[in-house]
């Protein structure tokens, strides 16, 4: 069956590290997802694809970078991880951009609880 | 696991009872609604949409109900199971908006009790 993975499940790391989360899907799917989840708020959108080679920014960007190089994979790179990006990460993939139907649905990793001492 | 529902509001209600869960949205250019549902540990999953021409929308056990007059979602399960206990979100988006638009609500927790 298709599916969508994400490791580490659970990572610590030191301030200052940088850090690669990985983002594998079999769906083959040319939109990918990244997102962040807090406490007290919803998922924010962090970096996005719609294809190889294509990468956007999202509403939280700063401080993290994206790299598409085939339709599986979308690693999420921390440069220099900072306490503030303690959080939950989901990757998330979908089949198409938006079209007249309303949207097309997003399938979500299990997330990768990240910890920065 | 990977979950951050903790400190969500929480509505608990009795197996086999039905729940109705309340979203309400800030963009009235929105056009298109999603709910999600996510267990404990689990990514978000899909469980039903609705346009913004549409009030009602039933799938199997849920409906979304839609007032945009007021900017309100509703999600109602009929006959409460303990398999959805869970946090349910809801999620708004724009017609003249990309994925970048879509706006995710930061949920409420679901607790069925036998």
């Known amino acids: 069956d298709a599916e969508i993975t994400q490791s580490p499940r659970h990572k610590i790391t030191e301030t200052g590290r940088q850090v690669t989360l990985a983002c594998h899907q079999t769906?083959?799917?040319?939109?990918m997802f990244w997102y962040r989840q807090d406490l007290g708020h919803g998922l924010r959108l962090i970096h996005y694809?719609?294809?190889?080679?294509?990468?956007n920014k999202g509403e939280v960007s700063d401080g993290y970078s994206v790299s598409r190089s085939n339709t599986e994979d979308l690693p999420l790179t921390l440069e220099s991880a900072a306490s503030s990006q303690t959080s939950v990460y989901f990757c998330?993939?979908?089949?198409?951009?938006?079209?007249?139907?309303?949207?097309?649905?997003?399938?979500f990793g299990p997330g990768t609880r990240l910890t920065v001492t | 696991g990977e979950s951050v529902g903790l400190h969500l509001p929480t509505l608990s209600v009795q197996e086999g009872d039905n729940s109705i869960i309340n979203c309400a949205y800030s963009?009235?250019?929105?056009?298109?609604f999603i709910w999600y549902k996510q267990e404990s540990g689990k990514g978000p999953q899909f469980i039903i949409d609705?346009?913004?021409?549409?009030d009602k929308r039933q799938g199997q056990r849920v409906t979304v109900l839609l007032n945009k007059t007021v900017k309100h979602l509703s999600l109602q399960i009929a006959a409460t199971q303990p398999g959805d206990s869970a946090v349910y979100f809801c999620?708004?988006?724009?017609?003249?908006?990309?994925?970048?638009?879509?706006?995710f609500g930061a949920g409420t927790r679901l607790a069925v009790h036998p």
């Open positions: 694809s719609y294809g190889v080679q294509d990468t």
């Open positions: 999620a708004e988006w724009p017609i003249s908006g990309g994925y970048n638009k879509l706006i």
């Open positions: 609705i346009r913004s021409n549409m």
């Open positions: 963009n009235s250019a929105s056009d298109y």
């Open positions: 998330a993939s979908s089949e198409s951009t938006r079209g007249l139907a309303g949207g097309s649905e997003q399938y």
């Open positions: 769906w083959n799917h040319n939109n």
